[in-house]
């Protein structure tokens, strides 16, 4: 099974969705406002929990990107027919013209994915339990990843060397 490159793309942000979805039913204590750049430290063991998590995540990501594929196969689209139909879903301003029995089958394989992203949700959330992190705190490390390329770097050396 070959993921084009556009499908992926889409099949990675309708997870992250799901993702960013996850941080915000997530109990968010009351904070107040930070600066954007302040920095957020980081024990190089809490850094390897988050690094083990994050290969964990990988994988389900992975899990869900075959997974998702196969119900696009499924429903009997064309990659390329479901890329369009899922792009005009999500911005009004382009048109899909689909006929009745498209968009059927189109809202009953998003239904399917919706599902399925919330059992991956709860498998990413179990993961990162496991390594002994709270929700908040993966969040605030992989907002802080987002920015601090220190972080990043200490995050991708320690990968690597797990790699190794």
């Known amino acids: 099974m070959k993921l084009t490159g556009k499908l992926k793309a889409l099949l990675v942000c309708f997870l992250a969705t799901g993702a960013m979805a996850l941080a915000q039913t997530a109990p968010q204590p009351q904070q107040p406002q930070q600066p954007q750049q302040q920095k957020v430290e980081v024990s190089d063991d809490e850094l390897g929990k988050i690094a083990n998590a994050f290969e964990g995540i990988v994988d389900i990501n992975n899990k869900a990107q075959q997974e998702m594929v196969k119900v696009v196969e499924e429903s009997g689209f064309e990659i ?8 005009a879903s999500q911005d009004r301003a382009k048109e899909a013209d689909a006929s009745e029995e498209e968009k059927e089958k189109f809202g009953v394989a998003m239904n399917k994915m919706q599902e399925m992203q919330s059992g991956f949700q709860k498998e990413m959330e179990e993961i990162i339990k496991k390594e002994g992190i709270t929700l908040d705190r993966y969040q605030q490390v992989a907002m802080a990843l987002q920015t601090d390329t220190a972080l990043q770097q200490r995050l991708q050396s320690i990968l690597e060397k797990k790699q190794q």
Not at 80 to 87: A, I, P, Q, T, V
């Open 80 to 87: 390329d027919r479901f890329n369009e139909l899922f792009e």
